[in-house]
T-cell receptor
Framework: DAGITQSPRHKVTETGTPVTLRCHQT?????MYWYRQDPGHGLRLIHY???????DKGEVSDGYSVSRSKTEDFLLTLESATSSQTSVYFC????????????FGDGTRLSIL | AQSVTQLDSHVSVSEGTPVLLRCNYS??????LFWYVQHPNKGLQLLLK??????LVKGINGFEAEFKKSETSFHLTKPSAHMSDAAEYFC?????????FGDGTTLTVKP
């Protein structure tokens, strides 16, 4: 299995609190992604990174920010969590340009009450 | 415009029988197409991808898919289902501007 670790794996928090999810990779891949998965839906892209300090928005980026200060770490922050952000969040990585992510983490289940 | 439709939300087969998971797409470009599998409480695993080379694509675990441009389809097949194939499967269409995931098909394999 590709070396992708997401932390925490589960989190319950309250509306209005900040939340940071971490994705750590040991593959030295250039591209990293954050997706959310909601029941009955496929994955939707939140943000992605194409290198250290290089990030861009996906289709559902409102309410989320990201940072990538090192190749191996990609952080997703919910500045002020809302109940609509209750979801399962997946990190993914890709080595080269073009195409879809090759490897996914096991996900973080986030509940916002 | 880009979209992907997985025609069946649930498919049930008996072990040892063929599997067919259907995917139709639309794209303004010549797209790349992908199939992923997701087992419970796990991330997605790439099964196979089409990127404008051979139209019949072979993937891992005995799966394959055929790109049919005239039918705008990319159906996933396997000749003989195994219990371990029970999972959710996602079809993805990708072009230079964006990628779209289908809503998924849950495959149940009966003993």
């Amino acid at each position: 299995d590709a070396g992708i670790t997401q932390s925490p794996r589960h989190k319950v928090t309250e509306t209005g609190t900040p939340v940071t999810l971490r994705c750590h990779q040991t593959e030295n891949h250039r591209y990293m992604y954050w997706y959310r998965q909601d029941p009955g839906h496929g994955l939707r892209l939140i943000h992605y990174s194409y290198g250290v300090k290089d990030t861009d928005k996906g289709e559902v980026s409102d309410g989320y920010s990201v940072s990538r200060s090192k190749t191996e770490d990609f952080l997703l922050t919910l500045e002020s969590a809302t109940s609509s952000q209750t979801s399962v969040y997946f990190c993914a990585i890709r080595e080269a340009d073009g195409g879809q992510p090759q490897h996914f983490g096991d996900g973080t289940r986030l509940s916002i009450l | 415009a880009q979209s992907v439709t997985q025609l069946d939300s649930h498919v049930s087969v008996s072990e040892g029988t063929p599997v067919l998971l259907r995917c139709n797409y639309s794209s303004s470009y010549s797209p790349s197409l992908f199939w992923y599998v997701q087992h419970p409480n796990k991330g997605l695993q790439l099964l196979l991808k089409y990127t404008s080379a051979a139209t019949l694509v072979k993937g891992i675990n005995g799966f394959e898919a055929e790109f049919k441009k005239s039918e705008t389809s990319f159906h996933l097949t396997k000749p003989s289902a195994h219990m371990s194939d029970a999972a959710e499967y996602f079809c993805v269409v990708s072009d230079p501007n964006k990628s779209t995931f289908g809503d998924g098909t849950t495959l149940t394999v009966k003993p």
